[in-house]
C-alpha cells in the first residue's frame, strides 16, 4: 500500500515551452502533498506544500507564478512549470502524506521522480 | 535557524557494519525519520523515531537521543545493493518535515 505515482518519468522540452508533471497517491487519500527539486548530487529541496482544496504554500525563493500547484483532487497534485529554460531541468519528485494520521507521524510516501530536461 | 547535520559521505567493506549519524537543531521535535535514496530514484522509508532508544528492523537500526539532539542509523551486515545515499529528516513543531543533505554510503567489495 501506499503508493504514490508520477508522470511523465521523464522529459525533454524547449526552452519556453510549459510542461505538467502529475503526482497520484494509488490507494489512499493524500490531502496534502509536496513537490521537491534534487540537483545532482544535492539533497532534496522542498518547492512547496500542495493542500487540497486551496492554495499551495511555497517555499521561500520558489516562483509561484513560474511553479504552478494544482491540487484537485484528495489523489492527485500537478505541478507545471511554466515558461521553462534549462537552468530548470532537475529531478522534481513528489510525495504524499496519508490523510487522517496525526500531524507529527510525518511520513511522506514519494513518487518515483520527474526527469524534466530543457534544451 | 533549522539544522540536520550528517557526513558528506562514509565508506565501508562489505559484510561490515556503519554507523550513520545525525545531529538537528530544529523549532521543536516532533519525530526523526530516515530515508534511503538510491542514485536516480526516490527516497524510500526506513525508520521512524519519536521516543529515545533504539529501534530495530532486520539489517537496520535507528537510535535516537532527544536530550542530545542525536540520531544514528546503524547498517550490518552490509551489501553492495546498500551503497546509497541515507536522508535525515525531522519534524519540527509547526509539523514540517526538515531535511538533512544525506550521506553517501559507498560500499566497497
Known amino acids: 500500500g501506499a503508493v504514490v505515482s508520477q508522470h511523465p518519468s521523464w522529459v525533454i522540452c524547449k526552452s519556453g515551452t510549459s510542461v505538467k508533471i502529475e503526482c497520484r497517491s494509488l490507494?489512499?487519500?493524500?490531502?496534502?502533498m509536496f513537490w521537491y527539486r534534487q540537483f545532482p548530487k544535492q539533497s532534496l529541496m522542498l518547492m512547496a506544500t500542495?493542500?487540497?482544496?486551496?492554495?499551495?504554500?511555497?517555499e521561500q525563493g520558489v516562483e509561484k507564478d513560474k511553479f504552478l500547484i494544482n491540487h484537485a483532487s484528495l489523489t492527485l497534485s500537478t505541478l507545471t512549470v511554466t515558461s521553462a529554460h534549462p537552468e530548470d531541468s532537475s529531478f522534481y519528485i513528489c510525495?504524499?502524506?496519508?490523510?487522517?494520521?496525526?500531524?507529527?507521524?510525518?511520513?511522506?510516501?514519494f513518487g518515483p521522480g520527474t526527469r524534466l530536461t530543457v534544451l | 535557524g533549522q539544522n540536520i547535520d550528517q557526513p558528506t559521505e562514509m565508506t565501508a567493506t562489505e559484510g561490515a557494519i556503519v554507523q550513520i549519524n545525525c545531529t538537528y537543531q530544529t523549532s521543536g521535535f516532533n519525530g526523526l525519520f530516515w530515508y534511503q535514496q538510491h542514485a536516480g530514484e526516490a527516497p524510500t522509508f526506513l525508520s521512524y523515531?519519536?521516543l529515545d532508544g533504539l529501534e530495530e528492523k532486520g539489517r537496520f537500526s535507528s537510535f535516537l537521543s532527544r536530550s542530545k539532539g542525536y540520531s544514528y542509523l546503524l547498517l550490518k551486515e552490509l551489501q553492495m545493493k546498500d551503497s546509497a545515499s541515507y536522508l535525515c529528516a525531522v519534524t519540527d513543531s509547526n509539523y514540517q518535515l526538515i531535511w538533512g543533505a544525506g550521506t553517501k554510503l559507498i560500499i566497497k567489495p
Open positions: 500542495s493542500n487540497e482544496g486551496s492554495k499551495a504554500t511555497y
Open positions: 510525495s504524499a502524506r496519508i490523510s487522517g494520521r496525526l500531524p507529527e507521524y510525518n511520513e511522506q510516501f
Open positions: 490507494d489512499f487519500q493524500a490531502t496534502t
Open positions: 523515531n519519536v
